[in-house]
C-alpha cells in the first residue's frame, strides 16, 4: 500500500513539473511571438513612414513645376458662402504709365461682388521683345484670397511686343483692356484680340473716333503727354514742339508750393496760396494738400490749429476766407488714430519704462490721445472756424480724394463761376479726382 502512494505522489510529482514546464515555455512562446510581432510591425511603421515621406517630397517637386493657378485653388476665399474661389486674369495695355486703364478698372470692379489685387505688377515690354511668354507670378503680389488678378503692360509701342503680350493672354485665358493712342496699333490690337478669339475692351478708342467727328479733326496719335509733336505754323512749315506746356510747369510749380507750405512750414507763403487747409493734427490736412496739388495743379497750404498755440497772423490778416477750409472730424475716429500714431512711435513703450523706473514718481502722461483732451482741441477749432467764417469741411469716414472734389466745387463756385465766358485756364475741373 506505501509502494502504491509512493508511486502515485512520485507521478503526480512529475505531472506538476511537466505542467509547469509547459506553462513556462507557453509564457515564453507568447512573450517572443509578441516581441516579434512588436520589432515587425516597427519596421513595418518605419518603412511606411519612409516611403510616405519619399513622396511627399517627389510630390512637392512635383507640384513645383506646376502653374500657380493650381495653389490658388487651396487659398482662403474671401468670396461669398457657396462661390467657388475661380482666378480670373485682366491684362492691361497701355502705351503710356498705364494709370488710366487701371483706374478705369478698379472704378468698374468696384460694381461688381469680386476683390481685386490692388499692387498687381507693371511690366515692361523688355520682356516681350525678348519673346518671353512666361507669366512670372513670383513677381506678382499676390491677392491671397482675391479671384481677380491684373497684370499691367506699360509702354507698349511695337506690334512685337503687342503681338507677344496677346499670345500670353491666349494663354493664360485673360480679358485684355487697352489704352492705345497711335491708331494703326491700336487697330492692330483688336484684330489679334478677335483673332485669338479674346474677351477684349478697347478703352480709349471709342472716344477718339466719336470726339474725331464731333470736332471733325483727326487725332494726332501721340501716346503720353511727354512726347514732341508737329505743329504747322503760317508759313506751312512743321515745327516739333513738347507737350510739356504751361499746364505742366503749373502742376510743378503748385506741388513745390505745397511741399514747402506744408504744416505751417512758411506762414509768410499764406497770401499766394489758392487754397488754405486747417484743422488739428491727424485730421488730413497734407495727403489733401497733395491730391490738390497735383491733380488740380492748386497752391495749397495747410496750417495745424493747436489750443496752446495762436494761428499765425498771415492767416488772420492776409488769406480771404474764403479760401480757407476747415478739416473737421469725429472725436471717436481722431482719438483711433492718434491712438495708433502713439504707438508706431513707440511713446507708450516709453511711458511705461518710465513708470517702472520712477519708482512711485508719478511721470507725466502724453494727452495727444487722451478724449477730453480732443474734444476741448475740436472745439476750439470750431470756435476759431465761426470767428473768422471759414468753411467747415467734415472729412470722417470720406476719402480724400471724395474731400478734394467737395472743395474744389466750392472753389470753383466761389472764384470761377458759372459764367461760359470765363477762360478754361482760370477754371478747375475736379475730374482728374478719383
Known amino acids: ?32 511571438t509578441r516581441s516579434t510581432i512588436a520589432t515587425a510591425s516597427g519596421a513595418v511603421r518605419k518603412r511606411h513612414d519612409r516611403i510616405c515621406k519619399n513622396s511627399a517630397t517627389q510630390l512637392f517637386d512635383a507640384a513645383s513645376f506646376f502653374d500657380e493657378d493650381e495653389e490658388d485653388e487651396e487659398e482662403a476665399s474671401c468670396l461669398p458662402p457657396g462661390r467657388r474661389p475661380e482666378v480670373k486674369r485682366i491684362f492691361l495695355i497701355s502705351d503710356a ?13 468696384a460694381q461688381f461682388d469680386t476683390c481685386a489685387d490692388e499692387k498687381a505688377p507693371y511690366d515692361t515690354t523688355e520682356k516681350n521683345k525678348e519673346g518671353d511668354d512666361d507669366d512670372d507670378e513670383g513677381d ?7 479671384d481677380v488678378r491684373t497684370r499691367t503692360f506699360t509702354f507698349v509701342r511695337s506690334e512685337q511686343a503687342l503681338t507677344n503680350i496677346m499670345k500670353l493672354a491666349k494663354k493664360k485665358g485673360a480679358c485684355v483692356m487697352y489704352t492705345i493712342a497711335k491708331p494703326e496699333l491700336r487697330a492692330l490690337a ?8 479674346l474677351l477684349h475692351v478697347d478703352l480709349i478708342g471709342p472716344s477718339l473716333n466719336a470726339l474725331s467727328k464731333f470736332l471733325d479733326e483727326d487725332p494726332l496719335g ?37 511741399l514747402k507750405a506744408d504744416d505751417g512750414q512758411a506762414p509768410w507763403l499764406l497770401p499766394e496760396a ?11 490736412k497734407t495727403p489733401l494738400s497733395v491730391v490738390l496739388s497735383q491733380t488740380m495743379s492748386l497752391k495749397v497750404a495747410n496750417i495745424p490749429l493747436v489750443m496752446e498755440v495762436p494761428p499765425p497772423v498771415q492767416l488772420l490778416e492776409q488769406v480771404d476766407p474764403k479760401r480757407v477750409f476747415c478739416l473737421t472730424i469725429s472725436p471717436s475716429e481722431l482719438r483711433k488714430i492718434r491712438t495708433n500714431r502713439l504707438e508706431r512711435r513707440g511713446v507708450k513703450d516709453i511711458e511705461e519704462k518710465l513708470e517702472l523706473a520712477g519708482k512711485g514718481i508719478v511721470v507725466p502722461k502724453s494727452n495727444y490721445a487722451d478724449r477730453n483732451y480732443i474734444l476741448k ?20 469716414g470720406r476719402a480724400v480724394e ?30 482728374h479726382i478719383g
Open 1 to 32: 500500500m506505501e509502494n502504491i502512494d509512493k508511486k502515485i505522489s512520485f507521478g503526480l510529482i512529475l505531472l506538476l513539473l511537466w505542467c509547469q514546464n509547459s506553462l513556462t515555455f507557453s509564457w515564453a512562446f507568447a512573450f517572443s
Open 97 to 109: 504709365t498705364g494709370v488710366m486703364s487701371r483706374s478705369i478698372l478698379l472704378k468698374s470692379l
Open 140 to 146: 506678382c503680389t499676390s491677392a491671397g484670397a482675391c
Open 190 to 197: 483688336g484684330e489679334e484680340c478677335r483673332k485669338l478669339n
Open 222 to 258: 501721340i501716346p503720353a503727354l511727354f512726347s514732341p509733336r508737329n505743329r504747322k505754323q503760317g508759313d506751312g512749315k512743321t515745327k516739333s514742339q513738347s507737350n510739356l506746356g504751361d499746364s505742366y510747369y503749373q502742376r510743378i510749380d503748385a506741388v513745390e508750393f505745397c
Open 274 to 284: 489758392d487754397i488754405v487747409l486747417v484743422g488739428v493734427s491727424r485730421s488730413g
Open 377 to 396: 482741441d475740436l472745439g476750439s477749432v470750431r470756435k476759431l472756424c465761426q470767428k473768422h467764417n471759414w468753411t467747415e469741411v467734415d472729412v470722417t
Open 402 to 431: 471724395e474731400t478734394a472734389t467737395s472743395i474744389v466745387e466750392i472753389f470753383n463756385q466761389r472764384f470761377v463761376g458759372d459764367n461760359d465766358d470765363t477762360s478754361s485756364s482760370n477754371s478747375f475741373s475736379n475730374s
